[in-house]
């Protein structure tokens, strides 16, 4: 299947939640061993496990829209990835421990 992408621009739409973070990135990852390019293109305004369905559906998503923002998203190397992997699995790690909620961009940790 990795073949598919031999060569291709790739861009991964997550969902909204760290585990979709996180395969997202493992995705990329291998994806980027064949592919020209590779993106992890993480929706706007999106609740905690929502996904491109919703997205469409809620904000009314075109395609257009779509294309504007996977064309603003950077590109990824082999260290960007690394660093987001490294940092996604602390933060699921951490979760385990304690309770971690994820507002957007922000983050609150309490013990539990």
Do not use: C
């Amino acid at each position: 299947m990795i073949e598919l992408f031999r060569g291709q621009d790739a861009i991964i739409i997550p969902d909204n939640d760290l585990p979709g973070m996180e395969q997202a990135y493992t995705l990329a990852k291998i994806i980027l061993q064949v592919a020209s390019t590779v993106k992890v293109l993480k929706l706007p305004n999106l609740r905690i496990k929502q996904d491109l369905e919703e997205w469409i559906a809620l904000h009314t998503g075109t395609k257009t829209e779509l294309l504007d923002l996977a064309e603003s998203t950077a590109s990824l190397d082999e260290t960007g990835i690394r660093i987001k992997l490294d940092r996604l699995r602390t933060m699921v790690e951490m979760n385990k421990e304690l309770s971690f909620h994820q507002s957007g961009e922000n983050f609150r940790i309490t013990r539990e």
